[in-house]
């Protein structure tokens, strides 16, 4: 009934297989990869005729995480997976990065590529096992796929890199100080296509070393994917890229030099209404027939790519003029909202980002429902690009796809340096409001970020800056690196390479590539050039702002404090009575974990004070020989109970009140009167023993009794 066809090797630690004809045997391509006990099902399909009309590929990535997966229910009222996590979102990007390019250009039918976790052993990660059962499902599905890719991941441990490293290795990097690095690398049998890396400062060489690594392993993924293919794989599907050369040289030759002519104006919004007006100079040239050829956009867009590039390899010459490595002009500005925790304004060229810093307290942390493991995270950044950021009209909704990696691109540069949870308990939330964009608003999120949390009196371990890198590579192998790249010269050219960091190493990097991939010569050209290009970021952000600022009136303050764990059910009280009545008197925020740090939050320092003090009173010990503020609270024949450590009573003894006979108490004290005791000891049934008379009650000063001289004493 089945025609199985299964792969297997060892890969590090453990077995990767491949397997495919018993499942989903109605989509064009289906492998279960299963690496360990991770075992991820990726599904192809792709339409047999593009729509008309279409201009663009239309290629969708999914990848969903099922909770069964790990043996787990999902949480939330309804029980059931519901719209994508970060992570999914995240890893569909992750796999739709390098297989796009693969595609034979001029194919526009629609591919849906749904990447299903059936297993997780919470060891091995299932986005790396992911790509690759897309990439083998691709390569046996007969859609023109240029492929097969791997992928893997590469931790940097004690200075040796570290294949495919744990989950556990990766979860909450920046409290592990041995791992200072989770890279994902996929790519070809002969050139790198994507990277995606957090990083702890490392150098270029150490990084590019990481990459170079990871390719290496990946290369008996790829010839494992080959030798399925060979077996199993369909008959390629019968598909020609369209020729449109003749309808190519018709549009070069009625608007080549307009196009020139608009390519060479540096203002962004010119340039766009200079473009526009080109193409349509030019499909007023044009024949009817060649008006309704489908590939006519293709045919323009090729004829401004051809015009951009020939410019920048042969002339060395970039749209707005610049230098190769030249960076835009940087204008950094912080403390713009009065009312926020903090603030800044980047500005590079015509891209510019408001980062503004909220400071909160442990009640603020995100609760993240993971299929590994539910833990919360204390850093959050949230990355919005309005349409008003390019001057268009367009819908306004949630993050999409863009927006959520994005702000996980910028969120990576930035929690590197973040201070201990120990040293600063603070909840942090970064929101990059995107104004204007042309190119590398991701990288002035990174550089507006460190500014504002600065601004907010984070004491960051060193300042971040990010640069975009781009590539343009010409058939005979010439090729030019560009420093800080437009939005144009992205779209345009052969690569998007971002790399953040501090002045002594990179704590992210991303790289895409839309050609074939590139070489090490290039990768290392790309980072040597990056690294001038952040320095000088840096420097011109120091201007701004070179260390964190003093805390903001309207920031919370908040002091910890350790009690012992026996101590918790105490401090809590029956049904959470004693800590409500802590917030409601002092009016600052307490949170206590399981280990018994407390962390006690107000913009006011007396509120703070005065938590700290109801705190320590309930968990601390009275101490033999100190005095205390207390109050009375009931008299009786013997003596007067006094309250003076918290919920704690004393008996001052009649004969301690006052240094004189007493015929009752009540003589002198009174039900609620304020006075000031020593605790001399505790009695054989322990049962506290106070002094008055020992105590000077308008200072507060013990009272001590004056040695008498020898005659006195005769």
């Known amino acids: ?10 890969w590090g630690e453990e077995t990767l297989t491949l397997e495919t004809g018993k499942v989903a045997r109605q989509a064009d391509g289906t492998v279960i990869a299963t690496l360990g006990e991770t075992s991820v099902m990726a599904n192809v399909t792709f339409a047999k005729e593009p729509r008309e009309g279409q201009d663009f590929f239309p290629l969708t990535v999914h990848y969903q995480e099922k909770y069964y997966a790990a043996g787990k229910v999902p949480g939330g009222f309804f029980k059931r997976e519901a719209r994508p996590t970060e992570k999914e979102t995240l890893t569909a990007r992750l796999i739709d990065r390098p297989i796009r390019p693969l595609f034979v ?15 997780h052993d919470l060891v091995n990660d299932p986005d790396v096992v992911a790509m690759i059962a897309a990439s083998a499902a691709l390569t046996i599905s007969g859609a023109p796929f240029r492929g097969p890719i791997a992928g893997a991941r590469v931790g940097f441990e004690d200075g040796e890199y570290v294949l495919n490293p744990t989950v556990d290795d990766m979860q909450g990097l920046r409290e592990n100080p041995e791992q200072r690095l989770d890279l994902v690398v996929a790519g070809t049998k002969d050139a790198v296509m994507m990277v995606e890396s957090e990083a702890y400062e490392l150098t270029e060489e150490e990084m590019l070393g990481a990459v170079l690594f ?11 994917i080959i030798d399925l293919a060979e077996e199993c794989a369909k008959e390629p599907f019968d598909f020609t890229p369209p020729d449109y050369s003749e309808l190519f040289e018709a549009a070069k030759a009625a608007g080549e030099e307009k196009m020139k002519a608009a390519y060479a104006i540096s203002d962004k919004q010119e340039r766009v209404a200079a473009v526009a007006a080109a193409k349509e100079d030019i499909k007023a040239a044009l024949s009817e027939e060649q008006l309704a050829d489908a590939n006519l956009g ?17 002339n060395k010459r970039r749209i707005d003029g610049r230098a190769l490595d030249e960076i835009r002009g940087i204008v950094s500005e912080t403390g713009m909202l009065p009312r926020t925790h903090g603030s800044a304004l980047f500005t590079r060229g015509e891209t510019q980002a408001l980062v503004v810093t909220t400071l909160g307290t442990g009640d603020d942390e995100q609760f993240i429902d993971a299929l590994h493991g539910n833990f919360k995270s204390n850093f959050m950044l949230h990355y919005n690009f309005p349409p008003y950021s390019v001057g268009e009209v367009g819908r306004v909704g949630g993050p999409g796809r863009r927006e959520i990696g994005h702000g996980k691109l910028a969120w990576r540069a930035l929690q590197a340096v973040l201070p201990a949870a120990t040293d600063f308990p603070y909840t942090l939330r970064l929101v990059s409001e995107i104004t204007e964009s042309n190119g590398s608003s991701s990288m002035a999120s990174v550089c507006g970020g460190s500014l504002s949390m600065m601004d907010a009196g984070v004491p960051l371990k060193a300042p971040v800056a990010g640069v975009a890198m781009g590539l343009v590579l010409e058939e005979d192998g010439d090729y030019a690196v560009l420093s800080d790249i437009l939005g144009d010269e992205d779209h345009l050219g052969d690569m998007d390479f971002k790399v953040a960091g501090t002045e002594n190493g990179i704590t992210s990097l991303q790289m895409d590539i839309k050609v074939a991939g590139i070489t090490p010569e290039i990768m290392k050209t790309a980072l040597a050039q990056a690294k001038e290009g952040r320095m000088h970021i840096l420097g011109e952000m120091s201007k701004a702002l070179s260390e964190a600022s003093e805390f903001s009136v309207h920031a919370p303050r908040i002091e910890t ?8 059910r105490e401090v809590i009280g029956s049904g959470g009575k004693v800590i409500r009545e802590i ?20 913009p006011n320092g007396e509120a703070i004070k005065k938590a700290y003090d109801m705190i320590y009173s309930i968990v601390a010990e009275p101490e033999e020989g100190k005095i205390y503020d207390g109050k009375v609270v009931k008299i009786v024949d013997f003596g007067a109970f006094v309250n003076f450590f918290g919920k704690r009573d004393g008996l001052v003894h009649v004969s301690q009140i006052e240094n004189r006979r007493l015929n009752h108490p009540s003589d002198v004290l009174k039900e609620g009167q304020d006075v000031k005791v020593k605790l001399l000891g505790f009695d054989d049934r322990g049962k506290v023993r106070l ?20 005659a006195e004493e005769a």
């Open 1 to 10: 009934m089945f025609k199985e066809t299964k792969k297997s090797m060892q």
């Open 105 to 119: 250009p001029g194919f526009k039918n629609e591919v849906l590529v749904m990447c299903t976790v059936l297993s």
């Open 214 to 224: 990871a390719h290496e392993q990946i290369q008996p993924v790829i010839d494992l």
């Open 298 to 314: 293709s045919a323009l867009k090729k004829l401004e790519s051809v015009v951009l590039r020939s410019d920048v390899v042969k």
């Open 561 to 568: 404090m350790q009690i012992p764990t026996d101590k918790i």
């Open 583 to 602: 917030v409601e008197v002092s009016g600052a925020k307490v949170d206590i974990n399981d280990e018994g740090i407390i962390k006690i939050a107000s």
């Open 691 to 710: 002094s008055m008379k020992v105590v000077d009650q308008e200072t507060g000063e013990e009272i001590v009794p004056e040695k008498k001289n020898k």
